[in-house]
């Protein structure tokens, strides 16, 4: 499996914006494909993202659409969520996931597909 180490998580105002970055080692970046989760205060965690290895294809949850976009830096083995126009109800804790087969959007939303889990990274929406 592959580690990995969230950051860039804090407390910004609805409209404002945020990147969180993911550093990824212990395995061959590469070849995993990437992702983010979250999970706000009393609610499921669910997907948000996800980036093939080569990074040809992309997904995104509808709620973040048009707002947030996720990206890699196969140099510095890092994987970003960069969000923008952020609002309350994107307050939630961020994770970081990867896994190295991927599959259509409806595999690829469930937390069960994803084998390799960051520790998380707070993210507070003030309105």
């Known amino acids: 499996q592959v580690q990995l180490e969230e950051s860039g998580g804090g407390l910004v105002q609805a409209g404002g914006s945020l990147r969180l970055s993911c550093a990824a080692s212990?395995?061959?970046?590469?070849?995993?494909?990437m992702g983010w989760f979250r999970q706000a205060p009393g609610k499921e965690r669910e997907f948000v993202a996800a980036?093939?290895?080569?990074?040809?294809?992309?997904y995104y949850a509808d709620s973040v659409k048009g707002r947030f976009t996720i990206s890699r830096d196969y140099g510095k083995n890092t994987v970003y969520l960069q969000m923008n126009s952020l609002k309350p109800e994107d307050t939630a804790v961020y994770y970081c996931?990867?896994?190295?087969?991927?599959?259509?959007?409806?595999?690829?939303?469930?937390?069960?597909?994803?084998?390799?889990w960051g520790q998380g990274s707070q993210v507070t929406v003030s309105s």
């Open positions: 996931v990867a896994e190295s087969s991927w599959g259509i959007l409806a595999e690829m939303i469930r937390t069960t597909r994803w084998r390799s």
């Open positions: 212990g395995r061959t970046f590469s070849s995993y494909a």
């Open positions: 980036i093939t290895w080569r990074g040809g294809t992309i």
